[in-house]
């Protein structure tokens, strides 16, 4: 991962933001990163979804977990309308809701997206609007 320790701020894709706050090892390179670390309302929601479907086991109760780690310097950016707008305005982009949510909240707020998602990654680089460090 390149250097994070620069960042003002960055959105955190769900995973990312999963991985920081369990200690994954997957997130080891976020150690540096002191900026604002924002997290998308949709990524509560994704949360919810992989612990509701058992693919997520997270304690010691799902909205604990959440309220946890949603503190300083974690943030949550709610899903106003001008995210909304720009999340159909994606073009060639897949068409999961979610990560389109997350990939406009990061290019309304100017700011850097930190994902693994290769799908993201591939897109981002066809459309230089989006910032992505990946992991």
């Known amino acids: 991962m390149p250097a994070v320790e620069h960042l003002k701020a960055a959105v955190l894709d769900t995973h990312a933001w999963i991985w920081l706050s369990v200690g994954d090892a997957r997130a080891a390179g976020l150690e540096s990163f002191r900026g604002r ?3 998308s309302a949709i990524s509560v929601w ?8 058992g693919r997520l086991v997270l304690g ?17 950016e ?3 309308p001008a995210i909304s707008i720009q999340s159909c305005r994606l073009a060639d982009f897949h068409g ?15 700011v850097p997206l930190i994902t693994a998602d290769d799908k993201i990654i591939e897109w981002s680089r066809r459309n230089p609007a989006l910032h992505v460090v990946e992991m």
Do not use: C
Not at 46 to 53: F, G, I, R, T
Not at 60 to 76: A, K
């Open 37 to 39: 670390a924002v997290v």
């Open 46 to 53: 994704e949360v919810a979804m992989l612990e509701s479907k």
């Open 60 to 76: 010691p109760t799902l909205e604990q977990w959440v309220e946890s780690n949603l503190r300083f310097p974690v943030e949550l």
């Open 78 to 80: 709610p899903i106003h």
């Open 96 to 110: 999961d809701p979610a990560d389109r949510l997350i990939v406009a909240t990061a290019m309304v707020l100017g």
